[in-house]
Every structure is written in C-alpha cells, then in structure tokens.
C-alpha cells in the first residue's frame, strides 16, 4: 500500500507531524484492519487551503463552498483525500479537540468514503459515524496519532 501526503500549497502551515505519510499508513492500516471487505489501494493525501477545496466541491459536487474532506476513487486501486486545513483547525476548536485529531478523524471519514461508504440515508450515516469511532478508538489505543 502506497501512501502520500502533499501539502499544497507548499507554504500552507501545517504542523510537522501531519507531514509524515508513515502515521497515515499506520492509520490507513487500522482502518483495513476494521472494514469488512477491505479493497487494498494507494492513497494520497493532499493537505490543501479554502479556496482549493472550494474549487474542487463547487467542481465534482456542484457545492459552492467550502468543507472540510473530499475523497476521490480513480480506479480499483488508486484515491485521493484532500482536507482543508483551515476548515479542520476551525472544527477542531468548535469540537474542542486538537488539530491532529480533527485531521485524525477526516482521514478516518475519507477512507471509508473511498471504501464505498456513505452517509446520504440516516442509517448509513449511524453506520458510518459507529465505524468511524471505533477506528477512532482502536488507532488511539495502538497509539496511532
């Protein structure tokens, strides 16, 4: 399994530890350990600004504005997560977490999303969120982020 992480623009700040494609690997690892019917691929990780996921959600999802994950499936092997930093550090302080884990659980939600999850229907977003924590919480216990 290949994983990236780029931040672009380069000069967008972000923290030292959220650069290190190694903790993401680890993280992406937990999660194939918890998905049912795991589809192994290469994931990059593209830690961006407001109005680049701006661009991109007005593009593929006809949203304009801004969120605060997309995630993208190319083909059988291959995706692409793009987090806002911006928009994760706002969350982080209305969630009272830190950054590292808002960034934490967007990386969670992106992968599942990249799995085939969804959360449209009320059940698959329960479903979605109850997978999601329990990642959460076993990566937290393997002392992963």
């Not at 990780?45 to 504005?65: G, H, M, Q, S």
Request: net charge positive.
């Amino acid at each position: 399994m290949r994983v990236a992480v780029i931040v672009e623009p380069e000069d967008l700040e972000v923290p030292r530890e959220l650069k290190v494609a190694r903790v993401y690997r680890s993280l992406v690892t937990v999660c194939s350990q918890a998905i049912p019917d795991w589809n192994p691929l290469s994931l990059s990780f593209i830690l961006t600004n407001e109005p680049a996921v701006r661009l991109l959600n007005r593009k593929y999802r006809k949203i304009d504005r801004t969120t605060d994950v997309l995630s993208f499936r190319y083909d059988s092997d291959e995706g692409e997560i793009i987090i806002s930093v911006p928009q994760a550090s706002r969350q982080a302080r209305r969630y009272r977490v830190s950054l590292i884990n808002e960034i934490k659980r967007l990386v969670i939600h992106g992968v599942l999303h990249v799995q085939g999850y969804d959360h449209v229907r009320p059940t698959e977003r329960a479903g979605m969120r109850a997978l999601e924590s329990r990642i959460s919480r076993t990566a937290t216990k393997k002392g992963v982020w």
